[in-house]
């Protein structure tokens, strides 16, 4: 999938980390949510509150979750998991184009 269909968008950026993260929330219908967003060079911890999946659209990065003992490379067109509150860390040497799903009852399971 290349784009987000019917949705809104809010206009304020969401920035993190002094500028290294940024990203803008997208809204569904169905009163579901994601962000799609850049990931400057750099290495960062982000805690989850709710399950994600990180899609990867452009670049390459190294994430580890936490409780894993070794880190896994990601690039375009892949994509990992995250648990629900918990963390993980990721590195970055070129700008990372992502999108963030999260993952709620109600989007788990539909289909």
């Known amino acids: 999938m290349t784009q987000f269909d019917n949705v809104s968008v809010v206009k304020k950026a969401n920035v993190y980390f002094d500028g290294k993260c940024i990203s803008h929330t997208v809204l569904f219908p169905d009163g579901s949510k994601k962000t799609v967003g850049v ?8 805690n989850t509150g ?8 452009a670049g390459v990065c190294k994430v580890k979750l936490a409780g894993e003992k070794d880190s896994k490379t990601y690039k375009a067109g892949e994509s990992f998991s995250v648990p629900g509150n918990t963390s993980f860390d990721i590195e970055t040497v070129e700008l990372l184009d992502y999108a963030c799903h999260f993952i709620t009852e109600s989007t788990c399971c539909a289909g």
């Open 39 to 46: 990931i400057f060079p750099s290495s960062l911890t982000f």
């Open 50 to 57: 709710l399950p994600e999946l990180m899609e990867i659209n």
